[in-house]
């Protein structure tokens, strides 16, 4: 399973990064995808990367405040959150997109597990 980490308590406007990695499993061979969820809530697609690093947005809304990138060396994927804003508050998660590009679906992402918290309050 996929683990995300990096997440915390951030004021409004602040910024974060958060990791996604897989102990013995290679990110680097399949597209990544995250996605987040608040409480009630619906998933939420964010961006996915594909194995030659093109990124995909989920929706519109936020592709401008959020970018996703990888690190083959380290075997991570990255997504920087910036501009936090209370609505983002939510636990973040990272999965690999089961038809093996980035299809721009969040049903179709797998093998996600634990989550990282972003909660954003002033």
């Known amino acids: 399973q996929l683990v995300a980490s990096g997440g915390g308590l951030v004021q409004p406007g602040e910024s974060l990064t958060l990791a996604c990695t897989a102990p013995g499993f290679a990110l680097d061979n399949y597209p990544i995808g995250w996605f987040r969820q608040a409480p009630g809530k619906e998933r939420e697609g964010i961006l996915c990367i594909s194995v030659g690093e093109r990124t995909t947005a989920y929706s519109d809304a936020l592709k401008g405040r959020f970018t996703i990138s990888r690190d083959y060396v380290e075997n991570m994927v990255y997504l920087n959150l910036t501009n936090l804003r209370d609505e983002d508050t939510a636990s973040y998660y990272c999965?690999?997109?089961?038809?093996?590009?980035?299809?721009?679906?969040?049903?179709?992402?797998?093998?996600w597990g634990q989550g990282t918290q972003v909660t954003v309050a002033s």
């Open positions: 999965g690999v997109d089961n038809t093996l590009h980035c299809s721009g679906s969040v049903l179709r992402l797998v093998y």
